[in-house]
């Protein structure tokens, strides 16, 4: 079982988001078969099976192993991963793209790059793991409290700078055998996990 798993497909998309079907997902991080389940979720074993062979038909479940009782064969299943993100990719028509509006102050324009990375990494581990490879990736992730706009202001502006210098210091334009890297930085509020709401 991975530990995230990034569904680029709109169909399996859609079966993910069905409440009935994301359910199950969450309770087969643990094997089980549609009559352990049925009685976990409040379903038909019957109801449950067809859910179960949606979710395999789409790759978010597996077999794990079959056991014979009496004339009936329970497939135990699990899910293809601890959580799931859904790929920008999915709905590419209507996709977010930063090159749309550019404003980089823009909470907006974060979420659209934030997306871009989401479609990025998730096309990166689709692509490691057919090629049985591992992918070179970094992220930094912390909280400030800042006492004032100003003093945000002013952290901004010197990350920025901090940020320029390093990539003027590394980047070099005629490697040969070189391979570029996308760099994000982001400052945003905090929320409350609860409510998504910004904290005071």
Not at 9 to 17: F, G, K, Q, R
Not at 126 to 145: N, P
Not at 148 to 160: I, K
């Amino acid at each position: 079982m991975l530990d995230v798993a990034v569904i680029e497909d709109p169909a399996a998309a859609e079966v993910s988001l069905d409440p009935v079907r994301a359910r199950l997902l969450a309770e087969l991080a643990v094997p089980g078969s549609a009559t352990t389940l049925a009685a976990k979720v409040g379903l038909p074993r019957q109801k449950v099976n067809y859910h179960l062979k949606t979710l395999e038909r789409y790759g978010l479940v597996e077999l794990v192993e079959e056991r014979r009782k009496g004339n009936v064969t329970e497939r135990v299943m699990r899910a293809t991963a601890a959580s799931y993100v859904i790929s920008p990719v999915a709905l590419a028509a209507v996709a977010p793209d930063p090159a749309r509006s550019p404003d980089q102050m823009s909470a907006r324009w974060l979420l659209a790059v934030a997306s871009r990375l989401v479609r990025d990494v998730g096309q990166l581990i689709t692509g490691a793991a057919k090629a049985r490879q591992k992918v070179a990736t970094f992220a930094i992730d912390g909280e400030i409290r800042f006492s004032s706009a100003a003093d945000r202001a002013a952290f901004a502006r010197e990350l920025a700078e901090a940020v320029t210098t390093l990539v003027g210091k590394y980047h070099d334009e005629g490697a040969a055998g070189g391979r570029d890297h996308r760099v994000i930085v982001a400052v945003h509020p905090s929320t409350r996990p609860d409510t998504g709401t910004a904290e005071s």
